[in-house]
């Protein structure tokens, strides 16, 4: 079992910035991808940003050159750095870890951003 503990969610005016991070403890495999999904009221859920331990990312198109994801591997953490946030990206926004075999999700974070 991997435990994922979220922090740093919070209300924010359009433009502003907020940082995520996520800690993970527990089974923690050498080779995993860590991540963000976020879910809006009345949307699906979707992927934001993922990182491989490698430490390749990738990012959904519309937070393209204002998100940014990082970790740490020896804290096991994960980072987002949110920087000019619209109301668009208004949502709860869970951290994810991920291997081969299995997939695990914390518990969530609201980030509102208001207009």
């Known amino acids: 079992q991997v435990q994922l503990v979220e922090s740093g969610g919070g209300l924010v005016q359009t433009g502003g910035s907020l940082r995520l991070s996520c800690a993970a403890s527990g089974r923690i495999f050498s080779i995993n991808t860590m991540g963000w999904d976020r879910q809006a009221p009345g949307k699906q859920r979707e992927s934001v940003a993922t990182?491989?331990?490698?430490?390749?990312?990738t990012y959904k198109e519309s937070v393209k050159g204002r998100f940014i994801i990082s970790r740490d591997g020896a804290k096991n953490t994960v980072y987002l750095q949110m920087n000019s946030l619209q109301p668009d990206d208004t949502a709860v926004y869970y951290c994810k870890y991920l291997t081969r075999d299995a997939a695990y999700w914390g518990q969530g974070t609201q980030v509102t951003v208001s207009s």
């Open positions: 990182i491989t331990s490698g430490g390749s990312a």
